[in-house]
């Protein structure tokens, strides 16, 4: 059974950095595209960033240049750095990962259960 398990968020003040993780354990022959996807109160979940299993990334524009999406294939860990947090970051992050397990071509999308991280003075 495939599972990913967000770490990392908590509380930060305005301009304050964290780092979440999230680590993908189970039966899984491979894993291509991972990303990370937030929901904020009252909204809808929104895409903050992927990557590629070649280490090719996209952001969301609310993000560019702040956040920095990496992973390590060899411990099947997605990572996301933010920095210069702002109040409207505040939100549970989910990770994302298509995985291929075995006996299977093809992959299907796994979700973490999300980490919260929250934006504040």
């Known amino acids: 059974q495939v599972q990913l398990v967000e770490s990392g968020g908590g509380l930060v003040r305005p301009g304050g950095s964290l780092r979440l993780s999230c680590a993908a354990s189970?039966?899984?022959?491979?894993?291509?595209?991972m990303g990370w996807y937030r929901q904020a109160p009252g909204k809808e979940r929104e895409l903050v960033a992927r990557?590629?299993?070649?280490?090719?990334?996209n952001y969301a524009d609310s993000v560019e240049g702040r956040f920095t999406i990496s992973r390590d294939n060899a411990k099947s860990t997605l990572y996301l750095q933010m920095n210069s947090l702002k109040p409207e970051d505040t939100a549970v992050y989910y990770c994302?990962?298509?995985?291929?397990?075995?006996?299977?071509?093809?992959?299907?999308?796994?979700w973490g259960k999300g980490t919260l991280v929250t934006v504040s003075s």
């Open positions: 994302n990962a298509d995985i291929i397990v075995p006996g299977f071509y093809y992959g299907r999308a796994y």
């Open positions: 189970g039966s899984i022959s491979s894993i291509t595209g």
């Open positions: 990557i590629t299993s070649g280490g090719s990334a």
